[in-house]
């Protein structure tokens, strides 16, 4: 019943590789673009306007600085469930509005914080990830209710980012908001006072500096059940000095402020590089504790669709805020490039599908949802603590045809992987080497339009080389999977 021609072809790997805008899991056509982006905008003068490029240079430079500490950002997510994906769910969220914001230039401000705020609201993944979807998609309709000016002056974009700051309270309910977190750290770094500075260097070192004393302060005000669970992780483990996500949003400040000091280096961010397992992009890589037992709900689970004429966030929050659907209801919206309102619903459940049911039959203008996104969080943090197998202890090695759905153990033995898998879409087509490729994030996106999917076989010779590559292992049987 898929809407996809499925078939099998011979076929080599390609050399250079374009991704589509419209294959949502990797989010940016401009992924694995080979050509490099106009350079950013030099702001280390005394820049005292911000428009589209100033921006533009923010956001790009404030990403690379958190994908290059992702790792960093999992190892210490405790909470509020420590499944370790708070980097990986940060980099998903920021990639696709950094990269577009690379690759398609405006130098209207309205235009590409609006933009912007699209791409955080559709690629926003996890607790952290929909903070910063409430806090772009605030500062997008602040300034677009102040006429979407092509420019403002710095004091005028400082005194945006502290009403944003200030509205984070509403990013989830009452009883699940919780001090010392990034929504802590938001609202008290953009809390800037009452004369606002002048440039743009002294506004983004004053937003860094109180996003740093805010961030020290998390440990002493994040409490759960009477425990102050970061000086806990810290008395077993002294690098976790922070909250994961707090973290995260203090280094996307200090990669603005790096730029307003000299040139900010996009290695990593753009090109073949910049995009290395699949499962980083979908949020899947895990390092986290053993679950507890703490998290009430199973699943976190997101929806994004086209907002149907009267529906609102408000009418969505009233119908999902019954207890049978969950908790940690949060529902954000924004505009989309072709006019429509977008709204992006989060919330924990054991039973993502009613969710979904609801969404879809009552409040979506479209046939199926935009996106949708149901994860076991008990499996996830499980996972972090699963065994690592040493492939060089296997008694046997394994040559894997990664297409296939195998066991996670695996994932420690792939010695050689022959099997590529394609897919082709208009206007752009991409191919990628498994195991790194998500079978589901496929398979949704055929559903919304017409796919070929393509398993390429390479020819005999390149089985040869790999099975002789095997065998020259001594003393161990090779074993095709």
Same mark, same amino acid.
């Given at each position: 019943?898929?809407?996809?021609?499925?078939? @099998?072809?011979?076929?080599?790997?390609?050399?250079?590789?374009?991704?589509?805008?419209?294959?949502?899991?990797?989010?940016?056509?401009?992924?694995?673009? /080979?050509?490099?982006?106009?350079?950013?905008?030099?702001?280390?003068?005394?820049? !005292?306007?911000?428009?589209?490029?100033?921006?533009?240079?923010?956001?790009?430079?404030?990403?690379?600085?958190?994908?290059?500490?992702?790792?960093?950002?999992?190892?210490?997510?405790?909470?509020?469930?420590?499944?370790?994906? !708070?980097?990986?769910?940060?980099?998903? !969220?920021?990639?696709?509005?950094?990269?577009?914001?690379?690759?398609?230039?405006?130098?209207?401000?309205?235009?590409?914080?609006?933009?912007?705020?699209?791409?955080?609201?559709? /690629?926003?993944?996890?607790?952290?990830?929909?903070?910063?979807?409430?806090?772009?998609?605030?500062?997008?309709?602040?300034?677009?209710?102040?006429?979407?000016?092509?420019?403002?002056?710095?004091?005028?974009?400082?005194?945006?980012?502290?009403?944003?700051?200030?509205?984070?309270?509403?990013?989830?309910?009452?009883?699940?908001?919780?001090?010392?977190?990034?929504?802590?750290?938001?609202?008290?770094?953009?809390?800037?006072?009452?004369?606002?500075?002048?440039?743009?260097?002294?506004?983004?070192?004053?937003?860094?500096?109180?996003?740093?004393?805010?961030?020290?302060?998390?440990?002493?005000?994040?409490?759960?059940?009477?425990?102050?669970?970061?000086?806990?992780? $810290?008395?077993?483990?002294?690098?976790?000095?922070?909250?994961?996500?707090?973290?995260?949003?203090?280094?996307?400040?200090?990669?603005?402020? $790096?730029?307003?000091?000299?040139?900010?280096?996009?290695?990593?961010?753009?090109?073949?590089?910049?995009?290395?397992?699949?499962?980083?992009?979908?949020?899947?890589? @895990?390092?986290?504790?053993?679950?507890?037992?703490?998290?009430?709900?199973?699943?976190?689970?997101?929806?994004?669709?086209?907002?149907?004429?009267?529906?609102?966030?408000?009418?969505?929050? !009233? @119908?999902?805020?019954?207890?049978?659907?969950?908790?940690?209801?949060?529902?954000?919206?924004?505009?989309?490039?072709?006019?429509?309102?977008?709204? *992006?619903?989060?919330?924990?459940?054991?039973?993502?599908?009613?969710? #979904?049911?609801?969404?879809?039959?009552?409040?979506?203008?479209?046939?199926?949802?935009?996106?949708?996104?149901?994860?076991?969080?008990?499996?996830?943090?499980?996972?972090?603590? @699963?065994?690592?197998?040493?492939?060089?202890?296997?008694?046997?090695?394994?040559?894997?045809?990664?297409?296939?759905?195998?066991?996670?153990?695996?994932?420690?033995?792939?010695?050689?992987?022959?099997?590529?898998?394609?897919?082709?879409?208009?206007?752009?087509?991409?191919?990628?080497?498994?195991?790194?490729?998500?079978?589901?994030?496929?398979?949704?996106?055929?559903?919304?339009?017409?796919?070929?999917?393509?398993?390429?076989?390479?020819?005999?010779?390149?089985?040869? *080389?790999? #099975?002789? *590559?095997?065998?020259?292992?001594?003393?161990?049987?090779?074993?095709?999977?």
């Amino acid at each position: 019943g898929l809407p996809a021609k499925l078939f @099998r072809t011979m076929g080599t790997f390609a050399d250079v590789y374009q991704v589509s805008k419209e294959l949502e899991f990797m989010g940016s056509k401009y992924a694995l673009a /080979s050509s490099a982006p106009d350079p950013l905008t030099d702001l280390t003068g005394d820049i !005292t306007e911000v428009d589209g490029l100033v921006f533009r240079a923010l956001v790009a430079a404030g990403f690379s600085f958190v994908a290059a500490k992702k790792d960093e950002l999992n190892r210490i997510n405790i909470f509020p469930m420590p499944d370790a994906d !708070t980097g990986s769910n940060m980099t998903i !969220t920021l990639r696709t509005g950094a990269l577009n914001q690379l690759y398609e230039p405006t130098n209207h401000l309205q235009e590409a914080v609006a933009r912007y705020a699209e791409d955080v609201l559709m /690629s926003g993944q996890g607790n952290s990830g929909t903070v910063l979807t409430h806090f772009w998609t605030t500062l997008s309709s602040l300034m677009a209710e102040a006429g979407g000016k092509p420019s403002v002056s710095v004091p005028e974009f400082a005194n945006f980012l502290e009403a944003a700051g200030k509205a984070i309270h509403t990013a989830f309910p009452a009883d699940k908001m919780k001090e010392g977190t990034i929504v802590s750290v938001v609202r008290k770094s953009t809390a800037l006072g009452g004369a606002k500075p002048a440039t743009l260097s002294a506004l983004t070192e004053a937003w860094m500096s109180q996003a740093k004393t805010a961030l020290y302060e998390t440990p002493n005000e994040l409490e759960v059940d009477g425990v102050f669970i970061l000086k806990d992780a $810290a008395a077993k483990d002294p690098t976790i000095d922070s909250d994961s996500g707090a973290k995260g949003f203090f280094y996307l400040v200090s990669g603005m402020h $790096a730029c307003t000091k000299g040139p900010v280096s996009l290695d990593g961010v753009v090109g073949p590089g910049s995009v290395k397992r699949m499962d980083e992009l979908s949020g899947l890589e @895990r390092q986290g504790e053993v679950f507890d037992g703490s998290e009430k709900h199973k699943y976190c689970t997101e929806c994004v669709i086209e907002l149907k004429e009267g529906a609102t966030t408000e009418t969505i929050e !009233t @119908r999902l805020s019954d207890p049978k659907f969950g908790d940690s209801l949060v529902i954000v919206s924004a505009p989309s490039a072709a006019g429509k309102i977008l709204a *992006k619903v989060h919330i924990h459940c054991d039973e993502p599908s009613a969710v #979904f049911d609801v969404l879809n039959g009552e409040f979506n203008n479209l046939k199926i949802p935009i996106k949708e996104k149901a994860e076991n969080m008990r499996q996830q943090v499980f996972d972090s603590k @699963r065994k690592r197998y040493n492939p060089n202890d296997f008694k046997v090695t394994f040559v894997i045809d990664s297409t296939g759905q195998v066991a996670k153990w695996t994932a420690d033995a792939y010695a050689f992987v022959p099997n590529p898998v394609s897919i082709f879409g208009q206007p752009y087509s991409c191919q990628l080497e498994p195991p790194n490729i998500s079978v589901i994030d496929v398979m949704n996106r055929a559903r919304h339009e017409d796919l070929q999917l393509v398993g390429s076989a390479p020819p005999k010779g390149w089985y040869e *080389k790999v #099975f002789r *590559k095997a065998l020259e292992i001594p003393e161990k049987p090779v074993i095709y999977i």
